[in-house]
């Protein structure tokens, strides 16, 4: 018992977990006493029960960092809650994605943990995206202007949810290998699919990926400076030629002259924000997430995501939600910043800059700072690949974290065995 | 009355969830900034973490920490940084690879010595092996305990020093200085070890004192030093002591007293260098 | 791995940036714009709310009732007709999305979204539906009254009092306006408020700003003397004065005149002129120092921005900004709060239309103060415009508007719009009285001009003003 206490108060994880848990213990309880639902009373239990194996499991395999997990599964299980809060049968799949989401985070720690860094294995992944890039070009369907999605066996998939981390590996390799040509043509020709499907939000994602990746490695603001003035020029080119591009900026401007229209989610979201105030109007009161419901949000369980913790948490949350998100970014800057080679540092940097910048572009959108781009919430938005594109990249995180601990093991060992020069 | 009862349940809940999320929050904060001493503490007794061992440059004395990854080049964000006109930007780029040693990558068009041979690929070096990167000499020391296969024969570093770049910098002074002044041998150490690390042998900026009167106070002697940034600086001294000693063998008696006035080869060393503006 | 350390940690700089920047903007247009998000005609969510609660009272300054609820939380409108009518566009209706009245901007407050969890308890416990705060708005009733009475029935306007020292609103009215209680005999437009809603063409009230404009860069603006022949040739266009008819052969001229003289008699050529001369950066530079382009976000009254044109600048067009046409759009509150500024030494103060939000239980939950909003111009300036305007109404085009025994300032407008047969009479002007320090703007839509229309209304309500100083304190 006393070893017990002492174990607890020594490890901040366990605190931590137990306060996650509780969390969505209430959130799922409150939202079964309105339902009534038995499903509900499941996932009061379940979606606490996967917190704690995602947070547990990994640690148990290799040293990992907790903290990051901790973050990641609150906000992998707020979005199960407010996906339920929204529609029930998209908040039971997505528990179903978190769960694979979680294992699919396992599985790509122990790739970075225990998969020494190949030639073949990068060159297998650059053909294999680029290939796999470019299906829905082929096989795809049109949503909202962009040509992105793909249906494989009645099962919908985003492929740029996924060649983005094998992007970030490819880069990563061969930026560490100093080959800068090799690297900007493979960024450049994934931008340049992407741009064919028009799908501008993750497009920009991989442009930020890119741009971070070669700043970090280079150093060199020229090329900075001439990858930005690129982007600029791709976006005006982008503007002319599409129609949606245009009706985007236009919106951006001013939404309040679209209100029965294109602008009708962004309005619906500003409403909404203001209807949530500081507190907000209380876990299933609200009205913006149900899209069937007057002053419902279309697509609030995708892109409009925050609007709706907004209106149902408040504003305060949002903040808390938001510096949650800093945290994991600080995390894995941390995490880069003690790697010990500069392909992984790079990987660690990479992961950080999407989670990052995805965040931004998305919330951004959504308050009106930035143009509304489609790009997914990382961690929180409805979908599969969305949620195992995510979860993966804190599992690349996990895999590096364990590699910096594994080596400063090996500074231990070696100062134990007398240390210094020879 | 169920409804509005809901209602207040929800409105209450509110205030804990911002609660428990702030905690959560407040939490993270404080793990993170725990973590973060104790990562300082633990890198301030582990000085070497992140190190495979140093690369000496022989002209000067000065060691340079050396890292798994890195390059070599003139640029001032190189990890080994040598000043040499002949020297690329990134002149090379290394790796450490478990059981294998140090792979060294040289950049395109840059020419550099591995063992006294030109490198043109990856090659590695282990313990002791010599880099050569146009008038610079260098030479990687690893650390004891690494999974490294065991050091090779190398060419003597008189050869290495010898070389006509070595002779085109100095201006052959530094040869005139070894073969006429001499350097006094030091009982229980051989020529062939102290020439290649003996070259800087005082502290920069240490005054020299022919006579050893301070030798006691010297604090550079056989230590590393960290500067304040965490570099790790290598300063080679003979113990001041060991030179009297030697000096006084050789000579069987004080300098002084033939009227002989002992130069310090070292004090010698430093004015050139402080000449040509290395 | 020395510089890949130093580029990871100006990354994350920049990364780190990025979500400070969200935060902020965040909380800022939360902060700024929630209160009109909430009351946007859009917002489902309170409209679904409001049939739950029992609306809160509108009060006028002086406690007149203006709106009440019954226990269903039906509206009604307890004030006789005329009041009801003349209060209207301040009060709102349900049935009307006006989204600056009280009904929609202070919905919050008469809704009972800002209830505590305390209150809502009470209320739940004790079995009634919630109760919405009571709100008193700054609007006195009698003087609405009597503006509606002597306006001109047949005419389209709007009517702006307010108090230049506090920045109080005492009536805000827009012609034709509807009976709330009877809302399906609403004339179409009525529910629009001409005050703050609709932007026109200042015409030559505008003046006012290029006048401080040439006192501000002119040293000698009291000697210099502008030379009016009564046609000024821009190109294709040419700036004339109010009574030239070119084809008739007839033209108006000032001849050598200083620029108070100007003033006085509203010389366009002089105004354009001055314009051409200064130019358009700086008298925009001005402009905008009274508030034009400037994104109004007043904390309880919602006002279209003024805009001073940013396209299209040729020298014509520049000199017409200088005489108030051009492309010029402000509305009636922002003329009035320019004349406010002149009348207040300089300072505009920012408009307020709540004077207090009070719970049912008769706790005052919030009260509003005065805000300044800007300085645009030294207390000197503002002194010296008071006399040309001063001069306007002893000697100029305002005479219309002046009161024996009180110091009436004030500046005419005759603003051309190009579908209408007649001119918009504008009228800008206050009380230089320490006792009843009242400005006010007068419009009326296709009347003629303004120194024969808009100003003898003005001067109606400035006697009322003076004679009720008391009561409508």
Redesign the interface.
Known sequence: MERKKQRARSD?GR??LL??M??FF??FF?LA??DGSWQCFVLSVLVPAIVFFGTTVISRLFPSDK?LL??TN?LCALGVLMLYRISPTRGMTQALNYGVGVVCMILSAMLVRYMPKTKTLTILMMIGSLGFLTLPILIGTETNGAKNWMSVGGYSMQPSEIVKLALLWCLAYML?Q?KYILSILFGGACLLILMLQKDLGTALLYYALCLVLLYAST?SLLLVGTGLAGGAGAAVVGYQMFAHVKARLAIWQDPWQYTQGAGLQIVRSFVAIANGGL???????GNAGNSTRAGGIPEAYNDFIFPVILH???T??GL??L??YL?IV??AV?IAR?S???FYGLLAIGCATLIAVQTFVIIGGNIKLIPLTGVTLPFISYGGTSMVSSLCVIGFLQGIASRNAA??DE?????M?????? | MAA???????????????L??????W??????S???RA?RQ?MR??P???LV??IVNLATGEGQPL?????IGSSW???IRIKDSQALR?HA?F?FEEGKGLKVIP?RRAYMLLSGQELRGPGYCL?GTPLQIGNTTLRV??????KVPSPVEYPEPDALLGGDSYTESWEGELQDWDRAQGFPAIPGQEQEEYVPYGTGAVPLGAPVDPYLENAEADPAHYE?NYTEDGQMTWQYAYSLQDLQRAMIEQNGASDEAEGVKYQSPLANRRRRRKRHGT | ???LR?NIMRISLVLMSLFFVLAAYGAYTISINGNRWFSSTVNEYAREKRSDVIPGGILDRNGVVLASADEAGKRSYPAAENVRRATVHAVGSSAFNMKSSAEYFFASYLYGFNLT?PE??GY?FSGQKYHGDNVQLTIDSALSAYVAQIFPSDKRGAVLVMNYRTGEVLTEQSFPSFDPADTAAAPAGSSINRCTQSLKAPGSTFKMVTAACAIENYADYQTRVFRCDGLLQLGSRTVIDAGTDLSAGKITKHGSVTLEKAFQVSCNNTFASIALEIGDQKLRATAEKFGFNDNFLFRDIVVENSSYPLTNRTDAEIAWTGAGQSALAVSPLHMCLIASSIANGGVMMEPRTLIAVTAQSGARRMSFSEKVYRRPLTAAQAEILKGYMRGVVTGGTGTAAAVSGVKVCGKTGSAEIDTQENTNAWFVGFLDESASPYSLVVVVEDAGGGGSVAAPIARQIFQWLIKNASAAK
Request: proline share 2%; charged share 25%; aromatic share 10%.
């Open positions: 901040p605190a931590m306060t996650v509780v969390f209430l959130g409150l006493i309105k903290l901790a973050l609150f560490s100093r150093g507190w907000g109007v209380g876990l299933g009161l149902e948490f408040g305060i949350f808390i939600v510096g949650m945290f600080i995390r941390m003690r010990r080679t500069v080596g400063v500074d231990r060992a070696l100062a065995e007398g240390g210094g020069l020879r | 509005s009862a809901y209602e207040l349940l929800a409105m209450l809940m509110r205030y804990v969830f911002v428990l999320g702030a905690l959560i929050v939490r993270s904060f404080r793990w993170m725990r973590d973060a990562y633990e007794t582990l070497d973490a992140g061992g140093e890292p798994r990854e890195g390059t964000d190189s990890d990134t780029r790796e950049a313990h020391r690893l650390f004891a305990g690494l590393g | 791995m020395k510089k130093k969890l809502r308890l739940v």
